[in-house]
C-alpha cells in the first residue's frame, strides 16, 4: 500500500507536482538524515525523500546545488524533478530522477571517469573570484554558511571551522583541552594554509560514498552541499572515509594535479568533515579531531 510508504499528505503533494497519482511505493534506505522511496509515476520510477522536521529551505538548497552541478556538466547528477519546502506543516520532500545502482562492468574506468569528471568540476572557478557561494546551505542538517571570502584561510576560519566549533561547543563535545587545539589551528590558519594559491573551485562539498552511486561504469553523485571552495577539501574527503573506486584520486591527480604540500594540509582539510560528524554522530569523531588538533599543535 502506498500510504504505508509514502505519507498520504505527500502522496496528494506528489500527484499535483508531477501531474499524476503514484501507483506504487518503495522504501529506500542508507540515508542518514530524511526518509526516502522509489515512486512509480506513470511509466517511470522516481526518488522521492522527504523530511518532516526541515530546517528552512532545506530542499531547495540541495536542489539549487544539483543544478549547479548538472549546468557545468561535468559529473553526472540526478535530474530535479520538483521540491516543496514547507508543503504541510514541517513537510518537505525533493523529488528525482531515479538512479538506478549498477555495479560497474570495468572498475578501471569508471574511478577514470569519476576522477577526470571531479576534476572538471573543478576547472569551474567562481565568476566573482571568492570563496563561497550567493546562499547559504545545509551539510547534513547544520547550517552550511557561504559568506564570501578572497582568502581561504579566511573562508575556511569564518564559514568551516568556526561554526562547527561552536556547535560542538553547545553540544558538549568539547573539553578544554579540544577546545584549545581547535583555537590554536584557527589562529595558525593563514600559516598553514599560506602556500596555496587563491583558486575557488566549484565543488560538490560532501562527498563521502553514500553520495555516490555507480551506474555501469558511470559515477552518479548526489546529495551535494556544494560551494566554491579550496579543491583540497573535496580531495581529502574522499580519501577521509573511502569507499570509492580504487584509482578514483590517480585518475584526478593526472587530470588536475594538486598542489605541492597537500599530504601536509590533508589532516587540516578533513577537520571540517569530521567535526561535522562529531556534531551529527556524536563523541565517536573525537579521538580523530583530537588527532589533528595534536599534529598542527607546534
Ligand atoms: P540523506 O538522508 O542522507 O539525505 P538521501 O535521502 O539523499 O540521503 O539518500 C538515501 C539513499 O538513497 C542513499 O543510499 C542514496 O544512495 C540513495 N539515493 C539518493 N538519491 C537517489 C536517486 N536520485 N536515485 C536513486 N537512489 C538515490
Request: overall charge negative; glycine content about 10%.
Amino acid at each position: 500500500m502506498i500510504d504505508d510508504v509514502l505519507p498520504p499528505p505527500l502522496v496528494d503533494l506528489l500527484s499535483g507536482a508531477l501531474g499524476a497519482e503514484p501507483a506504487d511505493a518503495t522504501p529506500v534506505g542508507g540515508g542518514m538524515i530524511n526518509r526516502a522511496a522509489r515512486v512509480r509515476v506513470r511509466d517511470s520510477d522516481v526518488f522521492v525523500k522527504w523530511n518532516e522536521r526541515a530546517p528552512p529551505h532545506f530542499f531547495a538548497v540541495e536542489a539549487d546545488g544539483l543544478n549547479r552541478l548538472r549546468d557545468v556538466g561535468a559529473l553526472r547528477v540526478p535530474d530535479v524533478l520538483t521540491f516543496e519546502d514547507n508543503a504541510e506543516e514541517g513537510l518537505a520532500f525533493l523529488a528525482l530522477e531515479f538512479i538506478e545502482s549498477i555495479p560497474p562492468q570495468n572498475p578501471e574506468r569508471i574511478a577514470r571517469r569519476f576522477g577526470e569528471g571531479l576534476a572538471a568540476l573543478h576547472q569551474n572557478v567562481s565568476p566573482d573570484g571568492a570563496f563561497g557561494l550567493d546562499t547559504d546551505n545545509y551539510i547534513g542538517t547544520l547550517p552550511q554558511r557561504n559568506s564570501a571570502r578572497t582568502d581561504w584561510a579566511e573562508f575556511y576560519r569564518d564559514c568551516r571551522l568556526l561554526p562547527q566549533i561552536a556547535i560542538a561547543h553547545g553540544r558538549g563535545f568539547l573539553d578544554e583541552e579540544r577546545e584549545r587545539g581547535l583555537l590554536r589551528i584557527v589562529e595558525r590558519l593563514p600559516v598553514l594554509l599560506a602556500d596555496l594559491p587563491p583558486r575557488p573551485a566549484l565543488l560538490h562539498g560532501d562527498l563521502w560514498n553514500g553520495n555516490f552511486v555507480p551506474s555501469g561504469d558511470e559515477p552518479v553523485v548526489m546529495d551535494p552541499a556544494a560551494y566554491y571552495g579550496e579543491r583540497e577539501m573535496e580531495i581529502a574527503f574522499i580519501e577521509l572515509f573511502g569507499g570509492f573506486p580504487p584509482g578514483l584520486v590517480p585518475a584526478y591527480q593526472a587530470a588536475f594535479p594538486l598542489d605541492p604540500g597537500y599530504a601536509r594540509r590533508r589532516p587540516l582539510h578533513q577537520l571540517y568533515p569530521l567535526l561535522v560528524h562529531l556534531n551529527h554522530f556524536g563523541e565517536g569523531y573525537g579521538p580523530d579531531v583530537d588527532a589533528i588538533c595534536r599534529r598542527y599543535s607546534a
